[in-house]
């Protein structure tokens, strides 16, 4: 954020962050909590910080001394809203027990999926995203049309793209 990017300096000032030490000066309206890069497919608008499947496909390495332990930020901020995204967030073993923290906070709870993961039968999906319809919301990272997005996603089949529009209507219908 500057204000070359059309923001003036009086809104910088309002920012909780102080740019020159990098301290968080107040809580954040929003926090947006990087899982890491564990993921099924390797998007060719990706890259291997944000996909493990495209670091695979592309014989890269992701940088993983920037990944910060989401639990403690748990403790340190009161946002009105949380934002869980890096790689496929559903693939995390620990996110069931991440979600369940954030749902004794105070804000809405996201979390940013490409949607091949199956949700019909997760646990996240019964005990969380049933019982919390107002609390929890879905965001699907979907690229145009199917073929299209075929095209970008370049390992999706038929069977995937099912999955997300399952997906898709699954969790359309859980409130």
Same mark, same amino acid.
């Given at each position: 954020?500057?204000?070359?990017?059309?923001?003036? /300096?009086?809104?910088? $000032?309002?920012?909780?962050? #102080?740019?020159?030490? &990098?301290?968080?000066? *107040? !809580?954040?309206?929003?926090?947006?909590?990087?899982?890491?890069?564990?993921? /099924?497919?390797?998007? $060719?608008?990706?890259?291997? #910080?944000?996909?493990? &499947?495209?670091?695979? *496909? !592309?014989?890269?390495?992701?940088?993983?001394?920037?990944?910060?332990?989401?639990?403690?930020?748990?403790?340190?901020?009161?946002?009105?809203?949380?934002?869980?995204?890096?790689?496929?967030?559903?693939?995390?073993?620990?996110?069931?027990?991440?979600?369940?923290?954030?749902?004794?906070?105070?804000?809405?709870?996201?979390?940013?999926?490409?949607?091949?993961?199956?949700?019909?039968?997760?646990?996240?999906?019964?005990?969380?995203?049933?019982?919390?319809?107002?609390?929890?919301?879905?965001?699907?990272?979907?690229?145009?049309?199917?073929?299209?997005?075929?095209?970008?996603?370049?390992?999706?089949?038929?069977?995937?793209?099912?999955?997300?529009?399952?997906?898709?209507?699954?969790?359309?219908?859980?409130?």
């Amino acid at each position: 954020v500057n204000s070359e990017a059309g923001y003036s /300096n009086d809104y910088l $000032k309002e920012l909780p962050y #102080n740019f020159d030490t &990098g301290d968080v000066t *107040k !809580h954040p309206l929003s926090v947006h909590l990087f899982l890491g890069n564990k993921c /099924n497919l390797a998007c $060719k608008t990706c890259n291997a #910080n944000y996909s493990s &499947g495209y670091a695979k *496909k !592309h014989g890269t390495v992701a940088d993983t001394e920037s990944y910060t332990d989401s639990f403690k930020l748990v403790e340190l901020y009161s946002p009105s809203n949380w934002t869980l995204y890096g790689g496929e967030p559903f693939m995390y073993p620990r996110l069931y027990e991440l979600l369940m923290r954030l749902m004794d906070t105070n804000g809405v709870v996201s979390v940013l999926t490409n949607g091949t993961i199956d949700l019909s039968r997760n646990r996240c999906y019964n005990e969380i995203i049933k019982k919390f319809p107002k609390k929890f919301c879905i965001g699907f990272s979907l690229d145009a049309d199917p073929a299209f997005n075929r095209y970008v996603r370049e390992n999706t089949d038929k069977k995937m793209m099912k999955t997300i529009e399952d997906t898709i209507f699954l969790t359309a219908n859980a409130g």
